[in-house]
């Protein structure tokens, strides 16, 4: 099993940019597939960016590319997201998620392939 914990959401005005980290317990961190949702009031959960175990691969969602980078450090047990020129459609509760390492067949798109979960982290981008 794996613990996920995020930290550094917060208050960010329109262009600002914020970077959210997830620290990860456990020795088997390299096992997991790790990704990034977001669930903003009223909508379903939404797939932001995953990295493969290795971090060689990475994906990221059509609607925050260009702005979001997602990374991880092996060293640290961390999973990181990048988030530059926020926009307020960014606002939304995001979540670290690791998907279990039997798993197969994985998409990383879909949060019903990610059997852990942080608690998440509030990212309110004013106007």
């Known amino acids: 099993q794996v613990q996920l914990v995020e930290s550094g959401g917060g208050l960010v005005q329109t262009g600002d940019s914020l970077r959210l980290s997830c620290a990860a317990s456990?020795?088997?961190?390299?096992?997991?597939?790790l990704g990034w949702f977001r669930q903003a009031l009223g909508k379903e959960r939404e797939f932001v960016a995953a990295i493969s175990r290795s971090g060689r691969t990475t994906y990221v969602a059509e609607s925050v590319k260009g702005r979001f980078a997602i990374s991880r450090d092996g060293a640290k047990h961390t999973v990181a997201l990048q988030m530059n020129s926020l926009k307020p459609e960014d606002t939304a509760v995001y979540y670290c998620a690791a998907v279990s390492p039997a798993r197969i067949g994985v998409t990383f798109l879909s949060p019903d392939e990610y059997e852990y979960w942080g608690q998440g982290t509030q990212v309110t981008v004013s106007s």
């Open positions: 456990g020795r088997t961190f390299g096992d997991y597939p």
